[in-house]
């Protein structure tokens, strides 16, 4: 009786300390925003966010940044999330990758400008580990309101909320550019508590048309009255002093898409033309392996993230 009792018990006690390991490996594989933010304040850096708009990419980035021992964010939109097939499938691949490429630096999953609630949450409840949500285009109060839902149920799962004010032009001009207003990205901040906030200070998605209008002052004084971290969008196409100066005045995640899809798409097209008769994918998908990674080493370095950890 006593041995069967005693089995039993190391039998239950194998199984807690096993599944408490699993949980412990699980939970230390992806981090929450904030972890990296508070660091990189301190340190007076910028944690890089890249998108991931294939899965081949999440490797060339996780492996580029584990080179630099540099923290880093993926960024994942709505759209690319369908395009991989669904929120669990991101989230699960996202962790095998870390495991078997043995990547040690933390990594934050992340969904980028998500236009709703139900967004937010299904990646949250899938195991993404920040979210933004982007009401921009929506009225103030109900900008508010939406982020605020958000952040309610995000806080619950310890997940880190963005979120973004004023109206940032996707197609690289100003003709409908609406900079953020100090007062109000003050009021925004406080009345729905999230953790990091993306405002409008003349930065644009895509390539820059022109001189790029970023207003360092605008910037400077938001940084100093919200007192979270900012986030710059658009970061692709500023040149190096620039991306120092935001970091300068405040910005604490520097967020780069199109930089890698101009540079692993021109590598890209030069291999269809130096090779004809290509047609396997996976020569195709690599042949810009090297220029990404070429990318985020000089972005790395350029915003201080390189040997961080
Ligand atoms: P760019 O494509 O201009 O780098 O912007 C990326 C971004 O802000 C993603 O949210």
Redesign the pocket.
Known sequence: MYTLECKFWCFSLTIIIKYTKIKLEDDNMLVNSNRLFDTALKEGYAVP?Y?VNSLEWARFILEACNEDKSPTIL?I?PSSVSYFGGYKIVVSVIKMMIEELGIKIPVVLHL??AKDFMSCKKAIDAGFTSV?IDASEMSFEDNVELTRQVVNYAKKHDVSVEAELGSLSSDGNYSSYVYSDLEQSYDFVSRTGVDSFAPAIG?????YKGDEKIDFELLGAICKMVKIPLV??????LDDNKLKTAIFCGVTKV?????L?YAWSCKVRRFLEENKNAYDPRKIILSGEKEIKKVIHAKNMIIGSKNRI
């Open positions: 966010a998108n960024a939109t980028d400008h933004m930065n644009v998605h895509g390539f710059l969008h658009g970061a692709s196409g967020n780069i898409n199109t930089d899809m």
